[in-house]
T-cell receptor, first 113, second 117 residues
Framework: AQKVTQAQTEISVVEKEDVTLDCVYETRDTTYYLFWYKQPPSGELVFLIRRNSFDEQNEISGRYSWNFQKSTSSFNFTITASQVVDSAVYFCALRNYGQNFVFGPGTRLSVLP | DTEVTQTPKHLVMGMTNKKSLKCEQHMGHRAMYWYKQKAKKPPELMFVYSYEKLSINESVPSRFSPECPNSSLLNLHLHALQPEDSALYLC????????????????FGEGSRLTVL
């Protein structure tokens, strides 16, 4: 069975602080894909990153970075020097090859000025 | 700007009304999806169309009727809804779907926020 857990329901930080959003997944497949999406108040889910199960290299994109560790089944997301515009709900998701998405419950991030 | 366009953005309807939600994408994607999202919950899959054919229906009540007129358009026809159907309805597309899919990411529209009175 596939499952995604985001243990942090809500996080509040002050602007310019760093924040890490946790994601733990469960799957028995060896080929799978992991994703992060951002959902601002406007409603649209914005695609941030995709990682396949064979690529454990960490990635950095501007203030965003992702740490993928198969040994702990985690795919954590860090925002450096957070900004008010980062306030949103963030979803981690898992997709086994050829199957549908499984979304985590989401983490609501509030960045205070 | 999103490349998946949904209309209307907001819809209020009574339980006896008939209405439709519309979705359009021009990315050449061959798979399109309807998701339902309740407040403070993740999106839940309703339907998947692949190459204009219905591939998945996640046991959605018949008061929701999807339609895919062509590869760029996806509709969701609504009839005799219940107040508990009030939610954000999200359309999404992806390059492909199923065992041949090799990219995976979904591109979402901004959603249609539905209120059933």
């Amino acid at each position: 069975a596939q499952k995604v857990t985001q243990a942090q329901t809500e996080i509040s930080v002050v602007e310019k602080e760093d924040v890490t959003l946790d994601c733990v997944y469960e799957t028995r497949d060896t080929t799978y894909y992991l994703f992060w999406y951002k959902q601002p108040p406007s409603g649209e889910l914005v695609f941030l990153i995709r990682r396949n199960s064979f690529d454990e290299q960490n990635e950095i994109s501007g203030r965003y970075s992702w740490n993928f560790q198969k040994s702990t089944s985690s795919f954590n997301f860090t925002i450096t020097a957070s900004q008010v515009v980062d306030s949103a709900v963030y979803f981690c998701a898992l997709r086994n090859y050829g199957q549908n998405f499984v979304f985590g419950p989401g983490t609501r991030l509030s960045v205070l000025p | 700007d999103t490349e998946v366009t949904q209309t209307p953005k907001h819809l209020v309807m009574g339980m006896t009304n008939k209405k439709s939600l519309k979705c359009e994408q021009h990315m050449g994607h061959r798979a399109m999806y309807w998701y339902k999202q309740k407040a403070k919950k993740p999106p839940e899959l309703m339907f998947v169309y692949s190459y204009e054919k219905l591939s998945i229906n996640e046991s959605v009540p018949s008061r929701f009727s999807p339609e895919c007129p062509n590869s760029s358009l996806l509709n969701l026809h609504l009839h005799a809804l219940q107040p508990e159907d009030s939610a954000l309805y999200l359309c999404a597309s992806s390059q492909d779907w199923g065992h041949t899919s090799n990219t995976g990411e979904l591109f979402f529209g901004e959603g249609s926020r539905l209120t059933v009175l």
